[in-house]
């Protein structure tokens, strides 16, 4: 529903129709929509780290890691994870509110936290220094990720649907050039 009418569009009646309930029966298990996208992004950020930490036992080092990743199928994720548009919606909506802040915050620290691991475990297992600290990398990446996410709603034409991919090869390629 939210995929295909952006989370203004979704009403609760539309969105309880969909899954199959009653708005009454919307109301049992969320107290407003806003309930409803935090969990939503709960959701996606569990998902997300399942995949990724899936993908890092069978791909031990950070290059087989990343092509791994970029040929994951995106049709099996989550809503959030198949639509940039979407995604970057609920960021916003989530951050417009201050009150709501904390729970996006929480999936911020959930996803750099994984990233930190990943490049932990990757860096270990390589023998090379990350150079800078994992946590660290893990704000860039996902301030990358989301950054290229909108450069591609924004501008398609010239921003690849790997740009996030690319920049990620290249910044490991950059590393290991630098720890050589």
């Known amino acids: 529903m939210f995929e295909e009418h952006g989370i203004g569009g979704a009403s609760i009646e539309a969105i309880a129709a969909a899954a199959g309930f009653s708005r009454g029966a919307f109301y049992s298990n969320f107290t407003s929509k806003d309930e409803l996208i935090i969990a939503m992004l709960e959701d996606h950020v569990e998902q997300s780290a ?24 995106r049709s099996q994720q ?27 915050a929480k999936r911020l620290r959930a996803g750099r936290k994984l990233i930190a691991d990943i490049i932990e475990t990757t860096s270990k297992n390589s023998g ?53």
């Open 50 to 73: 399942r995949r990724h930490l899936d993908l890092l036992t069978r791909h031990r080092n950070l290059a087989d890691f990343i092509d791994a990743m970029k040929t994951m199928d």
């Open 78 to 104: 989550d809503p959030l994870g198949r639509s940039q548009l979407l995604h970057m919606e609920m960021i916003l909506f989530v951050a417009r509110a201050e009150k709501r802040r904390p729970e996006l």
């Open 128 to 180: 090379k220094d990350p150079g800078l600290a994992p946590a660290w990398w893990g704000a860039i990446v996902l301030a990358m990720e989301d950054g290229f996410r909108l450069h591609r709603l924004i501008d398609p034409e010239t921003t690849p649907a790997d740009s996030f991919f690319r920049a990620i090869s290249d910044l490991e390629r950059a590393i290991n050039a630098a720890s050589a």
